[in-house]
């Protein structure tokens, strides 16, 4: 996949339109350079984006392309960045929050659609969480109907969405009729926040939190729903750092895995609760850019040989797992012997602690 210039792939996305949201996210704005660079005739990425911080969707963009992301593309092909447009909007608002322009826009060229845009925080309250990771897949579903062209549809999960199973294969999980994705939301419009708190241990049940279990209820809703459309689904696990593209180790977030190695490696952070004995599933950003920019493609071309869509899995623990004892060993090398830091609060060192229940 690093060279994608002559490829069927990148023929497909010849004069494609895209429609992307969380594009500023890890997953999305990799996607988006990486597309740039290696699919240079790639029509215009239309991408959900909202006023954050106090900044404009505009300014957002110029911050984002002036990023060391883009760095190969800023200089390569920087007429291409003018083909990634900033739609205003937001997931949490009526059609996306989209102008009736815009959305005719999106209608009327729009080839592609790609959701990635979630909540990925473990504690959000079950309302926040169903709102964005649930409410705006039900939008972009809306969204795509509307579509004259569209080919390919694919949306963002998680390998956790199931992680109260032992072992998750590339199917959908039924849930059960009080997970009604709809009725959920409609819960969320006029049921107190205090109310809905109540009731979230009986909905978690099995499920370590929010986001898990939002995440697979979305993909419940896409099958009750949207089995019409030319639908992929990608459940990637923990995304970490990168493997070669753009840069070997390139990350630019404390998010995940990331900020517990700099804290562990910073001597502040010593103990963590966990089994030693777990896989520590992390899959290199590239890994999944370039998982996520096939799916699309192959999702154009066997939709109409297929009952169901397909879902997609990008994980690494059931082909080389490596435990969270043998990460914990390798980054106490690492930070003590190989490459510590300047400034330490105290010498790297970590232990786990497991209370079985």
């Known amino acids: 996949m690093a060279d994608l210039e002559s490829s069927q792939v990148s023929d497909f996305y010849r004069g494609k339109n895209l429609f992307l949201t969380g594009g500023t996210g890890f997953l999305g704005k990799s996607f988006i350079e990486k597309i740039l660079r290696s699919c240079p005739d790639v029509g215009n990425i239309y991408m959900l984006c909202r006023g954050k911080k106090g900044k404009s969707p505009e300014e957002r963009m110029s911050a984002l392309f002036s990023e060391q992301l883009f760095d190969q593309v800023r200089t390569e092909n920087p007429k291409s960045l003018s083909k990634v447009i900033p739609l205003i909007g937001d997931v949490l608002d009526t059609n996306l929050g989209l102008s009736e322009d815009d959305e005719q826009t999106i209608i009327n060229n729009v080839n592609i659609m790609i959701h990635s845009a979630a909540t990925i925080r473990f504690d959000d309250h079950i309302k926040v969480s169903l709102q964005l990771n649930v409410g705006g897949t039900v939008k972009m579903v809306e969204l795509a109907r509307k579509v004259k062209n569209l080919i390919s549809f694919v ?17 959908f999980y039924e849930m059960g009729k009080e997970y009604d994705p709809l009725k959920l939301l409609e819960l969320c419009e006029w049921m107190d926040e205090d109310v809905m708190d109540s009731m979230t241990a009986t909905l978690l049940r099995d499920r370590p939190n929010t986001y898990c279990l939002t995440k697979a209820i979305s993909e419940a809703y896409l099958f009750q729903y949207a089995q019409d459309l030319p639908l992929g689904i990608f459940r990637p696990s923990i995304i970490g ?44 950003i590239d890994y999944c850019v370039n998982m996520l920019i096939c799916i699309t493609w192959y999702t154009s071309i066997i939709t109409k040989q297929v009952q169901q869509p397909l879902i997609y899995h990008c994980t690494s623990g059931s082909k080389k797992p490596y435990t969270w004892f043998q990460l914990g060993t390798l980054l106490l090398e690492f930070f003590q012997s190989k490459e510590p830091y300047n400034e330490v609060f105290r010498r790297p060192n970590v232990n786990f602690c497991h209370q079985p229940g």
Not at 155 to 171: F, G, K, M, P, R
Not at 258 to 274: M, N, P, Q, T, W
């Open 155 to 171: 949306h963002v999960s998680t390998a956790y969405a199931n992680c109260n199973l032992s072992d998750i294969e590339e199917v």
């Open 241 to 284: 750092a990168s493997w070669q593209e753009p840069a070997p180790g390139w990350i630019d977030n404390y998010n995940g895995p990331s900020g517990l190695f700099i804290a562990v490696g910073k001597g502040v952070l010593r103990i963590l609760e966990g089994d030693v004995h777990k896989v520590a599933d992390i899959i290199p």
